[in-house]
């Protein structure tokens, strides 16, 4: 797929802002050029025609919570809850967990898995991940514990920006394929994957939160832009060779996802379209995972 583009965001989202790092692909001539953002302004972007705004956090549900409560569109249900809606709040032990508010625990101690499976009713563990995070092995939606959740992040990015510009925005795969998504105006969101970018890239594994690590793969990183038609500006050249000492493995998260994007949308990789009806409308489907 080869499909034109005003520009390509990828944000390592958090809930916390200062963990949060920005990567933006412009079109410079034939090709691209890469430089860090500013997360701050990433609802301008968002609001900016053109654009694939891509992001390292859960868009969707779990099937099995889906069907608990009856949800038949991830769009609806996101368009159906306020701003102060009770699922935007971790719950904290000893409250227990319930299917309006599954995000739990919200802060250590006391909290077990089997309270969260008991407080929605599910049966196992695994009925609380999607098709795609049991593909790339991600952790669980609404458990929010430990280094690798991404509960939080998914609350925060609902919260913040895709429940407030709903209407503007196209959500893949959910409104359709990406080819047409983006042959249409309006903005794109789409959910990647640090790790399966890694992979896509064909990319050793490293030790990411180590600064020498990353620095490391500076000259591998270099090759793979330039492969794609990408090259880095003055500050993101820098912040790649001397291992990301300002926005640390958020911004080389972001760099990463922003160039799985830019591969997919010129060609260099399939977006990864999934079949599965429930998958399309409810759960959701992480960028180049080709099923």
Do not use: N
């Amino acid at each position: 797929m080869r499909c034109a583009a005003q520009r390509i965001l990828h944000a390592d989202w958090s809930q916390a802002p200062s963990r949060r790092a920005l990567v933006l692909a412009a079109p410079h001539g034939r090709g691209f050029t890469l430089s860090l953002g500013d997360p701050r302004r990433a609802r301008a972007w968002l609001r900016a025609p053109g654009t694939l705004f891509a992001v390292d956090a859960p868009i969707g549900l779990p099937r099995a919570y889906a069907r608990a409560r009856g949800i038949r569109s991830f769009r609806a249900f996101l368009a159906d809850l306020g701003p102060d809606d009770p699922l935007f709040e971790p719950i904290a032990p000893p409250d227990r967990p319930s299917l309006a508010r599954p995000f739990y625990p919200a802060r250590p101690g006391g909290a077990t898995r089997a309270q969260l499976l008991e407080g929605l009713g599910l049966g196992c563990f695994e009925a609380l991940l999607r098709e795609c995070d049991r593909r790339v092995g991600a952790h669980a939606l609404f458990w929010t514990l430990g280094p690798g959740q991404c509960g939080k992040a998914a609350l925060s990015l609902w919260h913040e920006l895709l429940r407030p510009h709903l209407a503007e925005v196209a959500l893949w795969p959910f409104d359709g394929p990406l080819a047409e998504l983006m042959g249409a105006g309006r903005p794109v969101v789409a959910e990647t994957y640090p790790t399966l970018a890694r992979r896509l890239l064909a990319l050793p594994r490293l030790a990411k939160r180590l600064r020498p690590a990353r620095a490391a793969l500076a000259p591998a990183l270099k090759e793979r832009a330039r492969d794609l038609g990408a090259a880095f500006d003055p500050g993101l050249e820098r912040e790649l060779e001397e291992g990301f000492p300002r926005t640390g493995e958020h911004g080389f998260d972001a760099l990463m996802g922003c160039l799985l994007a830019l591969a997919v949308l010129v060609g260099a990789l399939p977006s990864g379209e999934p079949d599965l009806e429930v998958v399309r409308t409810v759960e959701g489907w992480i960028l180049g995972l080709v099923a």
